[in-house]
């Protein structure tokens, strides 16, 4: 079982950049594939960016392509959603999710672990 505690998120400016980070517990961190996904009010929530356990894959939404980037330290236990070129319609809750497949899945259900989410507004 892993834990999982997003941080910082916060208010910027459209054009504007954040980096958000989760933060695991345990000590198998590094065999678990990491996700990013959001939602905002009213809508479902949606894959933002995933990475497998080795860093040698990753998958980005066609609306963040180009903008966001997603790493991992598995010596830290921590993965990052790099945010650059921020738009309005980025306001979102952001949050972490781990699961042991080997594919990275774009669809919430099969993510095992989510953590409690970090908000995200873009103003414009």
């Known amino acids: 079982q892993v834990q999982l505690v997003e941080s910082g998120g916060g208010l910027v400016q459209a054009g504007g950049s954040l980096r958000l980070s989760c933060a695991a517990s345990g000590r198998t961190f590094s065999s678990y594939g990491m996700g990013w996904f959001r939602q905002a009010p009213g809508k479902e929530r949606e894959f933002v960016a995933g990475?497998?356990?080795?860093?040698?894959?990753?998958v980005y939404a066609d609306s963040v392509k180009g903008r966001f980037t997603i790493s991992r330290d598995n010596a830290k236990n921590t993965v990052y959603l790099q945010m650059n070129s921020l738009k309005p319609e980025d306001t979102a809750v952001y949050y972490c999710a781990a699961d042991q497949a080997t594919l990275i899945y774009t669809t919430p259900s099969r993510w095992d672990y989510w953590g409690q989410g970090t908000q995200v507004t873009v103003s414009s």
């Open positions: 990475i497998n356990r080795r860093s040698s894959s990753t």
